[in-house]
């Protein structure tokens, strides 16, 4: 079969690229290298509140556990400067249940998701593109006519294709701390 669009990565731009086009009449099929969606988990889960706006998501209570209305910011000379945003701002989101709902979305939109399947290689001539697929230990291949990278930052398909490394990374450290309710 010969897809109007192929995506590569299951992550919530993947799966809510796929969704769209297929919302839009587009035949898609997404690939996923992992056995399920949502795994590993490399996220805090805090979602701020036009992220899921702009993505046409209700924060419902099977993913958000919590909601963030303010902080408080720590100096290290230890000021606390403490910002009430009145309203909730943000919410702090389970990434598995979220990632899942959004595969689930994508799929009800009619895109068809292949787990278990890494994209190795991409070819293009005449038009299409052909997607190599390591598939359940087996070699694929697939034909579309248009190809979304949603591999994630350290993505293999853009290095593929030639797309040049950021000329500069951000790094941020995140740590895990108790508090004293
Ligand atoms: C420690 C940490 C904490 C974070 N906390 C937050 C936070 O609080 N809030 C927030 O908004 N963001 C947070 N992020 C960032 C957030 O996780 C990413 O921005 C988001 O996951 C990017 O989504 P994505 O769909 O682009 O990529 P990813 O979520 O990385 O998804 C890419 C998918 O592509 C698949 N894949 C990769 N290569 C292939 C291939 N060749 N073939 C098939 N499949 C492939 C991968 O298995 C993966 O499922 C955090 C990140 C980290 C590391």
């Known amino acids: 079969m010969i897809y109007d669009v ?13 969704r769209y086009a297929a919302m839009h009449g587009a035949k898609v099929a997404l690939f996923e290298e992992h056995s399920s969606i949502g795994f590993p988990v490399e ?12 993505c046409d998501i209700s924060p419902d209570t099977s993913f958000v556990i919590n909601t963030v209305r303010g902080a408080y910011v720590h100096a ?3 000021t606390c400067i403490p910002i ?6 943000a919410y ?18 009619g895109v068809d998701i292949f787990l278990k399947s890494h ?25 579309s006519k248009v190809v979304i990278a949603a591999d994630g930052p350290r993505s293999e398909i853009s290095r593929i294709v030639g797309i040049p490394k950021p000329d500069r990374l ?4 995140q740590f895990e701390v108790k508090m004293k309710p």
Do not use: W
Request: net charge positive; proline share 4%.
């Open 6 to 18: 192929a995506v590569i990565g299951g992550g919530p731009s993947g799966t809510i690229a796929a």
């Open 76 to 78: 290290p000379d230890g």
């Open 84 to 89: 009430d945003g009145r309203n909730t701002r």
């Open 43 to 54: 996220c805090t889960g805090l979602l701020s509140t036009k992220a899921l706006q702009e």
């Open 119 to 143: 994209v190795h290689n991409l070819a293009y001539e005449n038009g299409l593109n052909t997607i190599h697929v390591t598939q359940k230990g087996l070699q694929v291949k697939f034909k």
């Open 170 to 173: 951000l790094p941020g450290i």
């Open 92 to 109: 702090v989101v389970l990434r598995k249940v979220f990632d899942r709902k959004l595969a689930t979305m994508a799929a009800d939109a």
